[in-house]
């Protein structure tokens, strides 16, 4: 099977304590590590330098995300303070308290999801999905999503996000303006994703497989054969000089690139990033 050389090491950062959460700034120049102590460091995308480092209120980071306009970083961890922290020092951090249920491990911030216009924000809080309005500096509104939410990704352009729990995936409006609704799969899906182009709609499953659903057609394309469970995916970006259209998934050691340019690539075999020492935890294209 053909296989990709292993990419350049531009370099690499040690901390003494574990890195719970990392992002891209949506430019591409910006890299944000968050960390079990509570602090936050912003680097150097090209060469690791570390330009600004803080500790707010959120205990141990769980989920950090740029906003897209590139003002604002979101950070949430384990004591279900939300902050919005702006990437201009002269500006004031805002912070929100969110947490559901103060007894309880749902208190924590998992997963954190920008609309496209940057004006919400949404967090989620064990099965809880809580959408806080940047422009008011409040609260809008609240989803409880039945089980507890295991990823959440947005769907550029329709004003949604995707939310993966026990047995489907929610497709939940931004805005309120649209109703919410659940696609119903029996299993547990880790992760949950939408196609660029908004066609396929993919899920990362527990036994080791990953469903593609193309929007235009009713039955799942199922990849099967993954070493463990898959809670790793991503698709290759499209900009107008860029048509192509990769996913990638990783379950266990090795990465699984399927070109979906002409179409579902039902028949066909991926691509392989191999080599890794260990299992792979996460995995980006790079904007």
């Not at 102590?37 to 690791?48: A, E, P, V, W």
Request: charged residues 20%.
């Amino acid at each position: 099977m053909p296989t990709i050389k292993p990419l350049e090491n531009i370099y690499q950062k040690s901390f003494e304590e574990h890195v719970s959460a990392s992002a891209f700034s949506c430019d591409g120049t910006l890299l944000a590590m968050g960390r079990l102590s509570g602090y936050l460091s912003l680097h150097n995308s090209m060469d690791g330098t570390c330009l600004r480092e803080i500790k707010g209120e959120t205990g141990a980071i769980h989920a950090s995300a740029f906003a897209p306009n590139g003002r604002w970083l979101a950070v949430g961890g384990e004591t279900g303070i939300l902050e919005i922290v702006p990437l201009d020092p002269n500006e004031a951090t805002q912070s929100f308290d969110i947490g559901m249920d103060k007894q309880s491990l749902s208190r924590w911030i998992d997963f954190l999801v920008w609309s496209d216009d940057s004006q919400i924000l949404a967090a989620s809080c064990g099965s809880w999905v809580v959408f806080i309005d940047l422009q008011e500096r409040q609260i809008l509104s609240s989803k409880d999503c039945g089980n507890s939410i295991n990823s959440m990704s947005s769907m550029a352009g329709e004003k949604k996000l995707l939310a993966a729990c026990n047995g489907g995936v929610w497709f939940l409006s931004f805005d309120g303006r649209t109703s919410d609704e659940f696609m119903v799969f029996h299993g547990v899906v880790l992760k949950a994703l939408c196609s660029p182009t908004l066609r396929y709609v993919n899920a990362g499953l527990l036994e080791a497989s990953v469903a593609i659903w193309d929007r235009q057609d009713e039955e799942p394309l199922i990849m099967r054969g993954y070493e463990r469970k898959v809670s790793e995916m991503d698709w290759s970006p499209q900009t107008s000089s860029y048509k192509k259209q990769f996913f990638a998934a990783g379950g266990g050691r090795d990465i699984s690139i399927w070109d979906f340019t002409d179409g579902p690539p039902d028949g066909q075999r991926p691509l392989f990033l191999t080599g890794h020492r260990g299992k792979v935890n996460d995995l980006r294209f790079l904007r």
